[in-house]
């Protein structure tokens, strides 16, 4: 599935080495190092301002870096204007001209290059089946709708053969429904392609849905730089594990046996990250609910919510608040007992393994929050 | 009015209203047909009573039209002046000064459209100026300038003034048309792999031509039309339709200055019809539609 990672193998598909970048006395992104191998489909994660679409410009020729290099397919383009980068945008707003039609949007990019007439309308019509948009060669693009003006955007970027395919947020003018599709179809093209990507997102599903490798972002740096499993099992910093999925967290060190709560009793721990910490963090597929008391800590069930295949419970534990997904349906008030398969322990923020432990479970299986590709 | 007629028969889709309402109503459409008459009249009236002017012998008060009608008066207007010369010298000296305004004003719209810099906002109000003070009190004083120049009496002289008219026009609209086209469509272009340069005339102007054509014909309709500067420095050698005008009210019935002011609309109202054809026609307008 993975394509080839190994560097010392393969010239990386794209290298960004200590890439700055300061807009307005403020430090967007610093010092970042990324190495994004051919083929590959790498999202670039985070809140809004983290430094993702700067970063994301930076390696288009839309903003030149204050230091660090930019290497595509092993040659230098770090001061290279756009129009000499082999990197081609989906911009988020499409950014398709008013005035040509998609065929001539597509085209626009081998009219430059003076390739021949007629291999132009050779060219644009592969990008056109490639998008499935054949019916709509001569639409202007305000006739058509947002989910084609989008395909056409990617059409436009794929005509020109790039090395490496940027797109800023593709998805987040589409409505729910259609992301899903779309993002479906650009995942399927883009393998078929075998392009190197860099996808920016904000929205965590649409990161681990389409993505090999996804880079967390926060504050201008890279949080952690994992696989979306990887990322989810074992998330490096408190931020990564707050901003992927759910977590339940426990601001305490671990006790003997497992979790303190807010009343002081303990809620059962098989497995621990790390000994030695300050934050305790719970996937809530990792809390096991036994309708029998007394396999765990007591517990009360507040609510229930379904969530299509499994339930998300919220319960009160020892006057703690606790999330938990599970396949069994308890009702409200019901009293159960709750224990832990693994938890995570951070100090400062960051993720503490003793070497000793056991991996944390496989999350692919079970009642997982994510669905499976 | 046809509300008036509901009294009575209330309709499920209507409610009715009360008589106050109604009343109310029919007094506002009352206001508004009023209105819309007075500036059809406003508009419209001086032109109907010019029309026939041109055409009339004589006309005394109270008759509503001329007793005599003649075609005495175009004849010595298209006969007797030299019309056909004015006509020529008007489109020429509105065109090169026209043109010249494209040359200066254009770069600086764009500059005031994509960028911003240091006193930027003053500069734009500044160029206001030149609209503030009284035309003739302005002309007057850059006669001064212009006699030291030696560009009095001269095509130049008639150019630089024309010119001048225009610079508020040029720049402002061309500005705000180079500032509405999107920073990521122009960006798009540079990524497809254009120059500067050829994404600036395919995309950047292309996307801004519908202001810069308002604004070019805008400002050839101000030249065409310009008289006071053009009469103060062109006269007596360089004679424009709209200098012609003045001497024709001097020395003429007002009648031959009533033809005089019809041929001038002319040209006037044929630019301003293709004007609405290609750029309020819609078709420009579609493609603006995008976000």
């Known amino acids: 599935m993975t394509p080839v990672r190994s560097d010392a193998e393969t010239t990386p598909g794209l290298e960004l080495a200590g890439i700055s970048k300061v807009l307005g006395g403020r430090v967007i992104v610093e010092?970042?190092?990324?190495?994004?191998?051919?083929?590959?489909l790498i999202c670039l994660l985070g809140p809004s301002g983290c430094g993702k679409t700067t970063t994301l410009r930076m390696i288009g020729g839309f903003l030149s870096p204050e230091s660090g290099s930019v290497r595509i397919g092993g040659k230098d383009y770090t001061t290279s204007p756009p129009e000499k980068r082999p990197t081609a945008m989906v911009f988020q707003n499409y950014a398709l001209w008013p005035h040509m039609s998609v065929a001539g949007n597509i085209g626009f990019g081998l009219k430059v290059r003076k390739m021949k007439r007629t291999q132009i309308r050779e060219r644009v019509?592969?990008?056109?089946?490639?998008?499935?948009?054949?019916?709509?060669?001569?639409?202007?693009p305000a006739r058509i709708s947002g989910g084609e003006q989008q395909r056409v955007a990617l059409a436009r970027a794929l005509v020109l053969e790039?090395?490496?395919?940027?797109?800023?947020?593709?998805?987040?003018?589409?409505?729910?429904?259609?992301?899903?599709?779309?993002?479906?179809?650009?995942?399927?093209?883009?393998?078929?392609?075998?392009?190197?990507?860099?996808l920016v997102t904000h929205d965590q599903d649409e990161a681990l849905s389409v993505a090999d490798r996804i880079a967390v972002m926060n504050d201008g740096r890279i949080e952690q730089n994992a696989s979306p499993a990887t990322l989810y099992a074992r998330p490096r910093t408190a931020f990564v594990a707050g901003f992927i999925g759910a977590m339940n967290t426990i601001e305490a060190a671990p006790v003997a046996g497992g979790a303190p709560l807010a009343d002081g009793s303990v809620l059962p721990v098989e497995h621990f990250s790390s000994h030695d910490g300050d934050t305790i963090g719970i996937r809530p597929e990792e809390i096991i609910i036994d309708t029998a008391t007394g396999h765990g800590a007591a517990a009360t069930v507040d609510r229930t919510i379904p969530r299509g295949h499994y339930r998300e419970v919220v319960l009160k534990a020892g006057g703690t608040t606790l999330r938990a997904f599970t396949d069994a349906s308890p009702e409200p008030d019901d009293r159960v007992s709750?224990?832990?398969r693994t938890a995570l322990v951070y100090r400062d923020g960051a993720l503490q393994t003793d070497s000793a432990q056991p991996a944390p479970s496989d999350v692919t299986t079970g009642s997982t929050a994510r669905p499976e590709r | 009015m046809s509300a008036s007629t509901n009294v009575g028969t209330p309709s499920v889709a209507a409610p009715r209203r009360g008589t106050a309402g109604m009343i109310r109503l029919a007094v506002g459409k009352l206001a508004v047909g009023i209105v819309a008459i007075l500036l059809l009249v406003f508009i419209l009236g001086p032109m109907v009573w010019m029309g026939l002017d041109a055409f009339a012998r004589r006309w005394k008060s109270p008759s509503l039209l001329p007793q005599t009608w003649t075609m005495h008066w175009w004849h010595t207007v298209l006969g007797g002046t030299q019309l056909g010369h004015s006509l020529r010298l008007s489109f020429e000296f509105a065109l090169v000064?026209?043109?010249a305004s494209c040359v200066i004003c254009l770069?600086?719209?764009?500059?005031?459209?994509?960028?911003?810099?240091?006193?930027?906002k003053t500069i734009l109000l500044g160029l206001f100026a030149t609209n503030a003070f009284p035309k003739m009190g302005l002309f007057t004083s850059i006669a001064t300038l212009f006699y030291a120049m030696h560009l009095m009496t001269t095509a130049l002289g008639v150019i630089i003034i024309q010119l001048l008219g225009t610079v508020v026009t040029m720049t402002w609209i061309p500005a705000a048309a180079f500032a509405a086209v999107s920073p990521s469509l122009i960006e798009a272009a540079r990524d497809a792999g254009g120059g500067p340069i050829r994404v600036f005339f395919q995309i950047t102007m292309r996307l801004a031509a519908p202001g810069i054509i308002v604004a070019v014909i805008l400002s050839f309709l101000a030249c065409f039309?310009?008289?006071?500067?053009?009469?103060?420095v062109g006269s007596p050698?360089?004679?424009?339709?709209?200098?012609?005008?003045?001497s024709l009210v001097e020395n003429y019935p007002d009648q031959a200055a009533a033809v005089f002011a019809l041929v001038l609309t002319v040209p006037s109202v044929l630019l301003l019809l293709a004007v609405r054809r290609h750029v309020m026609g819609g078709h420009l307008a579609e493609g603006f539609q995008l976000k």
């Open chain 1, 31 to 40: 010092k970042m190092e990324l190495t994004v191998a051919p083929g590959e």
């Open chain 1, 125 to 140: 019509d592969w990008a056109l089946d490639l998008v499935k948009l054949g019916h709509h060669r001569d639409s202007m």
């Open chain 1, 162 to 198: 790039p090395q490496v395919l940027l797109m800023d947020e593709p998805l987040s003018n589409l409505d729910a429904k259609l992301r899903i599709q779309v993002r479906e179809d650009i995942r399927a093209i883009q393998r078929r392609l075998g392009i190197t990507t860099v």
């Open chain 1, 338 to 340: 709750v224990r832990v």
């Open chain 2, 97 to 99: 000064a026209t043109l």
């Open chain 2, 107 to 120: 770069p600086a719209a764009y500059a005031f459209g994509r960028s911003t810099f240091l006193g930027r």
């Open chain 2, 225 to 232: 039309d310009e008289a006071q500067g053009t009469y103060l």
């Open chain 2, 237 to 246: 050698k360089y004679v424009t339709m709209p200098t012609q005008m003045y």
